[in-house]
């Protein structure tokens, strides 16, 4: 990694909400690096913290939220930075996509309007040269009849058009870097499969850096060269997708994927869930917080945390009793 | 899709609502100058005379033989520019004030919302008594006193609605693109105000021409001999039993003015909706 600066480096990101009642703790420890062009893959359950560390990234995290360590984007640290400079980094530098195509879209504002703005917000460019641009990332985006869904509203598309708009918003001011929230839960499978198709084909042709966050690792696994499984606001394990996908060696990513059903599998065949639930929030474990419902458990779990290091497999994995080990 | 007809998009009901605005707005302005009378001229002869009466007095005289059309014409006119004037001072203020409430959050609107409390805990009356009594008896002044009050509910329900509007993920997704703030507040929050703001307007019209004619009642607003449909219905309200048509006639237009604001700010809402219906 000496070669070449990570596009995005984070360190011992920690978020809370410390005045909430209980008092949460949704991230913690958190190290992870993206390079330019790259796709990184956030993987976890609902309330494991990706949400908080895809929000924490442009700063658009609530007012309540305490936040430490460092996140640094092309060497600059952007964790704390006045809020003009970060409103000059949204958008032009850092894109965002949110989950839910039917919300992210201002209702009484055409197509247009809403690309040309996210457009002129960063760049010195007279309206009709903004909708032409506007109009080409529409057809690149692969929305037919582009000059026409200018003039229209949120509401006269369909959910997956209106997810290809919202992926064409983040787009308009060349950002190196797109994060994506959940960008296809809100959609219909057929849907999803295009969109995942969409984000890989803009991020290999624009060289932009993709930031994925996503409860599903088959999502995830098909799009992304590296992932990361967050745990109660913590990786539990990290590495290349193949390795991680491959040969998890931590217990819970090897729950997570025999947990995506297969379409082979026959509808009799039980469907493989992990006992016991998520980790509420404000909920803390003196040592690994999967040990509850963890097979591999061992008295040690409970007592003392295991750290991030090279696992069996070659991934990084915090775990007493990582799989494919010998112990 | 609703069908649209001419005029506005708006329903058949609406329509009407508009006709008889229009209709008492253009009464108001030239309907006065129809009648051969003046509004504080007395006709000795004819005092207190049913409508249609004699001598041009299309809807009868008071008790002081003044021409009752002339003078709810002319009091319908003070009465719809004191409402439409205050309610636009109350509208320029609160939605400001509520709006950057609640679309900072924060300390900020606490500190601005308490300030609307306090404003809200002076006694109404006497802090337009102590305005007037400073400044004099003014139309003018009664419209700012009456709009400096009336501000503080619209202020209340403009930072509501921004609050709820500020979590949604359009505004979050247009702060992510880096959209300036003030940007947002005016394209994006304003006209998603615009809904309950003008349903409110169009309450708060009728309750400031209510408003004045309270004041009136007690001396304090539109003053003898000008007309106000306040002043009017006090004075009807006194004739009531031997000439109930002294009270009826400002009360009709009163009555078809409050009504049809109602229905035309429930179309409008309608309209403003873009999902349609």
Known sequence: MAAEPALLAIRSLAIGYPDATPPVEALNGVDLDLAAGRRLGIVGESGAGKSQLALAIPGLLPPGARVSGTIRFRGEEILGSPPARLRALRGAAIGFVFQDPQAALTPHLKVGTQLIEALRAHESIGVAAARERARRLLERVQVPDAARRLGQYPHELSGGLRQRVVIAMALIASPALLIADEPTTALDVTVEADILALFRALTMELGTALLLISHDLAVVGSLCDDIAVLYAGRVVESGAARAVLGAPAHPYTHALAAATPALEASADAPLAAIPGSAPRPGETFPGCAFAPRCPRRIARCTSERPLLGPGPGGTQVACHRPLGGNR | ?277
């Open chain 2, 1 to 277: 899709m609703r069908r649209r007809g001419p005029g506005l998009g708006l329903d058949r009901t609406a329509r009407i609502a508009l006709g008889v605005l229009a209709l008492i707005a253009a009464l108001a302005l030239g309907g006065p100058s129809l009648s051969p009378w003046r509004v504080d001229q007395l006709d000795w002869a004819h005092v207190g005379v049913a409508p249609f009466g004699p001598a041009a007095h299309w809807l009868g005289t008071d008790r002081l033989g003044r021409d009752l059309f002339v003078r709810t014409f002319a009091g319908a006119r003070v009465s719809l520019l004191i409402g439409l004037l205050a309610t636009l001072v109350s509208l320029l203020i609160g939605v400001a004030w509520g709006a950057v409430a609640g679309y900072a959050g924060g300390r900020l609107e606490a500190l601005m919302m308490r300030a609307v409390d306090v404003f809200y805990s002076l006694p109404y009356v006497f802090f337009v008594i102590v305005l007037t009594v400073t400044f004099g008896r003014s139309p003018v002044m009664l419209f700012v006193t009456i709009g400096a009050v009336g501000w503080l509910t619209m202020a209340r329900v403009v930072c509501a609605q921004t609050e709820s509007l500020r979590h949604r993920e359009f505004i979050a997704a247009a702060v992510a693109a880096g959209v300036p703030t003030a940007r947002i507040l005016l394209r994006h929050v304003l006209p998603n105000l615009s809904g309950p703001v003008l349903v409110y307007a169009t309450l708060t019209v009728p309750g400031v021409i209510l408003m004045e004619s309270f004041l009136s009642f007690l001396g304090l607003g539109v003053q003898e001999p000008a007309a106000s449909l306040g002043n009017l219905m006090a004075q009807g309200a006194a004739e009531m039993e031997a000439a109930p048509w002294m009270l009826l006639v400002p009360c009709t237009v009163l009555v078809a003015i409050v009504l049809a604001l109602g229905v035309l700010g429930d179309a409008l809402r309608d309209r403003m909706d873009p999902r349609g219906r």
